[in-house]
């Protein structure tokens, strides 16, 4: 049975770091596009970034571009969103999500695209 859980959430004062961890079971996580996405109170739920199944290349949102990193460690069957200059906006609960597809990482980037989520983990940067 196929299950993500996203650890490693918590609170960071704005300007600092946090990197969220998505541990895979189930299922070899190299072979499916993993994407992240966040949800703040009272907003919908949105892309963050992914990262493509064929070939490891990755798509982020404006919002975190150049302050956000995906990355694998197949090793682990684990995925990770490393969040650099966090800002006070950052904060939201972080979701990693799985599909297995070999679609570009540039049609994947809506809630439904994806089978499979995780539980969240919160994330509150504090300004």
């Known amino acids: 049975q196929v299950h993500l859980v996203e650890s490693g959430g918590g609170l960071v004062q704005a300007g600092g770091s946090l990197r969220l961890s998505c541990a895979a079971s189930?299922?070899?996580?190299?072979?499916?596009?993993i994407g992240w996405y966040r949800q703040a109170p009272g907003k919908e739920r949105e892309d963050v970034g992914c990262?493509?199944?064929?070939?490891?290349?990755?798509y982020y949102a404006d919002s975190v571009k150049g302050r956000f990193t995906i990355y694998r460690d197949n090793d682990l069957n684990t995925l990770y969103l490393l969040m650099n200059s966090l800002k006070a906006e950052d904060t939201a609960v972080y979701y990693c999500?799985?599909?297995?597809?070999?679609?570009?990482?540039?049609?994947?980037?809506?809630?439904?695209?994806?089978?499979?989520w995780g539980q969240g983990t919160q994330v509150t940067v504090s300004s």
């Open positions: 999500a799985g599909e297995r597809t070999s679609r570009p990482i540039s049609t994947m980037v809506r809630v439904g695209d994806y089978t499979y």
């Open positions: 189930g299922f070899t996580s190299k072979y499916y596009t």
């Open positions: 990262i493509s199944s064929n070939d490891d290349s990755t």
